[in-house]
């Protein structure tokens, strides 16, 4: 994996410049003229292409700068992330300490002491690396609200075992 400063820099001027974040690929795509109106792609960019790029508008990525991805990427180093840790962190936001248990591999290990070396509560430094990425980056994009969390309409009405109506057991 290549630093994420390098890759970020040499994305668009190299073929094969290791892995990007999905801020990288969205600009790489609306420069090429993605649009989501699949009738504006045509000829500009492939149908996949508008696929890629109306799935990355509804991403952390959508709202993202080049200047805020490079800031992160520099302004982290005390947290001693690898580079996989700092592309989930740009591509996905973590909103919660949490989340970044979940991005960042053995973060309980890893963030255990701070880039002194001084014993910290690991779970203050899941929380001071949340106020980073809240400080940098922009708010994440809304969800629209047939994503929001919603039971299937056989679950609403069904009630559990332990709510069986007691006077049908006396029956």
């Given at each position: ?130 106020a980073l990425v809240n400080e940098i ?35």
């Open positions: 994996v290549l630093n994420i400063q390098s890759s970020l820099l040499f994305c668009s001027e190299k073929a094969n410049a290791g892995h990007l974040t999905n801020f990288e690929v969205l600009d790489f795509l609306r420069k090429r003229g993605a649009k989501t109106d699949p009738m504006g792609c045509l000829g500009a960019v492939a149908a996949s292409e508008c696929k890629v790029y109306e799935y990355l508008l509804k991403t952390p990525a959508c709202n993202q700068t080049r200047e805020s991805v490079t800031e992160f990427a520099s302004t982290c180093e005390g947290f001693k992330l690898t580079d996989a840790d700092k592309q989930n962190i740009i591509n996905w936001r973590p909103t919660s300490a949490a989340d970044v248990y979940a991005m960042v591999e053995e973060c309980g290990k890893r963030f255990c002491k701070d880039e002194r070396g001084v014993p910290q509560d690991e779970e203050d430094r899941a929380k001071e690396l949340v980056f922009p708010a994440p994009p809304a969800k629209p609200k047939d994503e929001v969390d919603m039971k299937p309409e056989d679950e609403v009405d069904a009630k559990p075992e332990d709510e069986v109506d007691m006077d049908m057991k006396d029956s």
